[in-house]
């Protein structure tokens, strides 16, 4: 389990700041996930219900 | 979960993406100038920005090819949102851990959603939906 302390340690790194503009244009481009998820929530769905199965010895999600 | 950490986290509109160079993200928030960040995930339905030591923000409903993509990366995009503004951009390291403490409500999320679009088009509309949805990722990735 994550810990409020440990997360505060994690934050040490700099954030490396970008241009707005090309930032974007990059999202402009980008797939947007919520565009595949419907495809996702029925393909993706099956391997985490699958997943979960295995991980609880088959005995159910 | 972490009483200690669910009282300091806030919940922030998120939107995930993607492309050839990797993950980005949309946020609504307006605040402060970043100098440190971190993006904190345990490969589950949920993910922590922490910026400057002080605010930690819980992004939800992360899809799998988001997911997998995220733990795959070292880097990921942030876009700081006002509407549709960009307020600020950064690139932040993204730091696996094994349980940020969140159920994976991911299957509960997506049975209520196809719950809603059933109510509202009904069972044959959405299967015929699901079908083309399904076909259009495996076409995307044949592309890809």
């Known amino acids: 389990m994550l810990f409020l302390s440990k997360l505060m340690g994690l934050v040490q790194s700099g954030a490396k700041h970008l241009s707005k503009a090309a930032t974007a244009a990059r999202f402009d481009k980008a797939i947007s996930a919520a565009v595949l998820a419907p495809a996702n929530l029925v393909e993706g769905a099956t391997n985490i219900i699958e997943s979960q199965v295995a991980q609880k010895g088959g005995r159910g999600a | ?144």
């Not at chain 2, 986290?9 to 993607?18: A, M, V, Y």
């Not at chain 2, 920005?49 to 990921?76: A, E, M, Q």
């Not at chain 2, 015929?128 to 076909?135: C, G």
Request: glycine share 4%.
């Open chain 2, 1 to 144: 979960m972490n009483q200690e950490l669910k009282s300091v986290l806030k919940k922030i509109p998120s939107e995930f993406f993607f492309d050839q160079e990797g993950v980005l993200i949309k946020v609504q928030l307006q605040s402060d100038f970043v100098f440190r960040s971190i993006l904190v995930y345990d490969g589950k339905n949920h993910a922590i920005l922490g910026r400057n030591n002080k605010d930690f923000y819980l992004l939800s409903s992360i899809d799998p090819i988001i997911r997998k993509k995220l733990l795959n990366s070292k880097t990921v995009t942030i876009a700081e949102n006002s509407g549709t503004e960009i307020l600020q951009a950064y690139e932040t390291k993204i730091e696996i851990v094994d349980d940020i403490g969140f159920d994976d409500t991911y299957i509960e999320d997506l049975q209520k959603h196809f719950f809603k679009l059933e109510q509202m088009y009904g069972k044959e509309r959405v299967e015929n939906f699901k079908q083309k949805a399904r076909n259009a990722l495996r076409n995307f990735f044949k592309i890809s």
